[in-house]
């Protein structure tokens, strides 16, 4: 079975200072990683993924993650926030391989924002 | 536009009616999935289609939800004899089949029942 917990429900930052937003996740598999985002009123957007390539994977917007095996983590990360990061973001885990399912198991969210 | 369409977008319906939503998705994608989303928490699966053939159904899906693929192509979701419980955002996403797909996601449907 997968599994992701997402640390913060909220996290609030100033804008031009750093984000880290915080994922564990588990899976009996080995595991596929996304990172999804939020607007209000829009669709779920990818921002990365991870497929056992890199483990410091590049999205769009800036954002990036690292994957860490031992620590079964998979955090978010932008040196610099923008008001328009502003948003909800979800962790998700799928099976890479095997598990019998195709489902994206999502975390349940934690919301960004950006004070000017 | 090429993305992944529902229909209608907002629905508000008394409880005990029937209601169906659509989904379009993009149109070279085998697979379609549907996920409901309530306030405050992030989206749950309820049920994946690979063509026309319904693959797997998740727990949450009751008797009084039905989803089919009949062409392979769009998809519906019925709930019939709605409850107040139901008042969620249902989503419908699709990828194509193989490694490293990644799933689009619709702006999804918000069911009120009131």
């Known amino acids: 079975a997968q599994s992701v917990t997402q640390l913060d429900s909220h996290v609030s930052v100033s804008e031009g200072t750093p984000v880290l937003l915080r994922c564990n996740y588990s899976?009996?598999?080995?595991?596929?990683l996304f990172w999804y985002v939020q607007h209000p009123n829009k669709g779920l957007q990818l921002l990365l993924k991870?497929?056992?390539?890199a483990t410091l994977v590049k999205g769009i917007n800036g954002f990036e993650a690292e994957f860490k095996k031992s620590e079964t983590s998979f955090h978010l990360t932008k040196p610099s926030a923008h008001m328009s990061d502003a948003a909800e973001y979800f962790c998700?885990?799928?099976?890479?391989w095997g598990g019998g399912s195709e489902k994206l198991v999502f975390g349940k969210g934690t919301k960004l924002t950006v004070n000017p | 536009d090429t993305g992944v369409s529902q229909d209608p977008r907002h629905k508000i319906t008394k409880r005990g009616q029937n209601v169906t939503f659509r989904c379009d998705p993009i149109?070279?994608?085998?697979?379609l999935y549907w996920y409901r989303q309530t306030l405050g928490q992030g989206p749950e699966f309820l049920t994946y289609?690979?063509?026309?053939?319904?693959?797997?159904k998740s727990r949450l899906l009751s008797d009084r939800f039905s989803a089919e693929r009949p062409k392979g192509s769009f998809s519906t979701l019925e709930i019939q004899r709605t409850e107040q419980g139901d008042s969620a955002m249902y989503l419908c996403?699709?990828?194509?089949?193989?490694?490293?797909?990644?799933?689009?996601f619709g702006q999804g449907t918000r069911l009120t029942v009131v």
């Open positions: 996403a699709s990828s194509q089949q193989g490694e490293n797909t990644e799933a689009f």
């Open positions: 149109s070279e994608h085998n697979r």
């Open positions: 289609f690979q063509n026309e053939a319904q693959l797997e």
């Open positions: 899976s009996s598999y080995s595991p596929s």
């Open positions: 991870y497929t056992s390539a």
């Open positions: 998700v885990v799928s099976p890479l």
